[in-house]
């Protein structure tokens, strides 16, 4: 299994501001990937941070809204910039391609937002 | 890509009966399909999964079963009790990219 160190867990920030979400992995891992999830609802996929390249994003989601870094194997950055109450939601950090489970995803264990 | 469907978006079933969580898949490609539970405030645990080449699997009162040529699957608690209650998730994957259903909250009823 992996165990997945997300921070910060909450933060209330003003609308216009940035905030940068840290994942850290205790194991390398092939994936990492970066989840929306509203209150109530899904997992919506952001993107999927790619070690040493630009990060791929999702239909909907652009990277000068959601820069990611991924500068090794267990390690990214989400930043949600220049925010609005509409980007209040749950960030989750996950991964696949661990050693003992290829497949599996580990999830983090969040950042709740709320931008006011 | 791929497009993962889910139904229902709310289950209420009386302790001790099953409960049975249907999704259907879009792409063909895709091999790999697990089951996650979220409890509230927690993070998606893994509960059961399945791949391409096999048609059903269980582990105890969870049961998922597969039919690809249909590109469905499902999801089966039986004897159901007060700790299911929660959210639960299907998802498809082809490339350790995985995306999900909408999810469904199942409600055990004392």
């Known amino acids: 299994s992996a165990v997945i160190s997300q921070k910060p867990s909450r933060d209330i920030c003003q609308r216009g501001t940035s905030l940068t979400i840290q994942c850290q992995v205790d194991?390398?891992?092939?994936?990492m990937f970066w989840y929306r999830q509203q209150p109530g609802q899904s997992l919506t996929l952001i993107a999927t941070?790619?070690?040493?390249?630009?990060?791929?994003?999702e239909s909907g989601f652009v990277i000068d809204k959601f820069p990611i870094s991924r500068p090794n194997l267990t390690f990214s950055t989400l930043t949600v910039s220049n925010m609005s109450p509409e980007d209040s939601s749950i960030y989750l950090c996950?991964?696949?391609?661990?050693?003992?489970?290829?497949?599996?995803?580990?999830f983090g264990q969040g950042t709740r937002l709320t931008v006011v | 890509g791929e497009n993962v469907e889910q139904h229902p978006s709310t289950l209420s079933v009386q302790e001790g009966d099953s409960a049975v969580i249907k999704c259907t898949y879009s792409d063909s490609a895709s091999n790999y399909f697990p089951w996650y539970k979220q409890e509230l405030g927690k993070r998606p645990q893994l509960i059961i999964d399945?791949?391409?080449?096999?048609g059903e699997k269980k582990d105890q009162r969870i049961a998922v079963t597969l039919n690809k040529t249909a590109k469905h699957f499902s999801l089966h608690i039986t004897e159901t009790q007060p700790e299911d209650s929660a959210v639960y998730f299907c998802?498809?994957?082809?490339?350790?990219?995985?995306?999900f259903g909408k999810g469904t909250r199942l409600h055990i009823l004392p």
């Open positions: 998802a498809a994957s082809s490339t350790l990219k995985i995306i």
């Open positions: 194991s390398q891992v092939t994936m």
């Open positions: 399945i791949r391409s080449n096999v």
């Open positions: 996950s991964v696949t391609g661990t050693v003992s489970r290829d497949t599996e995803a580990f």
């Open positions: 941070a790619n070690q040493g390249s630009e990060a791929t994003y």
